[in-house]
């Protein structure tokens, strides 16, 4: 199955960037996680079909309202493990 990581940079820690992206993953039928990390960006990983991860890039290096996304990275990969729903991560 295919997947993607995207790490955002920016003002995206305490603007509600991880629900956003957990409502739109939601929305999209993707799996994951979404994670803040500890030099202030966010970390997300998804696995699902090719369309609706695109269209998870693009609103993960939009954000919420209140976010300012200065970069994105992305790193696509085909994974075998597939979890179960989307989640926050801690």
């Given at each position: 199955?295919r997947?993607?990581?995207?790490?955002v940079h920016g003002?995206?820690?305490?603007?509600?960037?991880?629900?956003?992206?957990?409502?739109?993953?939601?929305?999209?039928?993707?799996n994951?996680?979404?994670?803040n990390?500890?030099?202030?960006?966010?970390?997300?990983?998804?696995v699902?079909?090719?369309?609706?991860?695109?269209?998870?890039?693009?609103?993960?290096?939009?954000?919420?309202?209140?976010?300012r996304?200065?970069?994105?990275?992305?790193?696509?990969?085909?994974s075998?493990?597939?979890p179960?729903?989307?989640?926050?991560?801690?």
């Amino acid at each position: 199955m295919r997947a993607v990581r995207v790490v955002v940079h920016g003002r995206v820690q305490g603007v509600g960037f991880r629900f956003h992206a957990l409502r739109r993953a939601t929305e999209l039928g993707l799996n994951g996680w979404v994670r803040n990390l500890a030099d202030g960006s966010v970390e997300s990983e998804a696995v699902g079909h090719e369309d609706a991860l695109r269209r998870f890039v693009e609103e993960m290096r939009a954000g919420p309202v209140g976010a300012r996304v200065l970069e994105a990275t992305e790193q696509w990969f085909e994974s075998a493990a597939v979890p179960t729903g989307f989640h926050l991560e801690r």
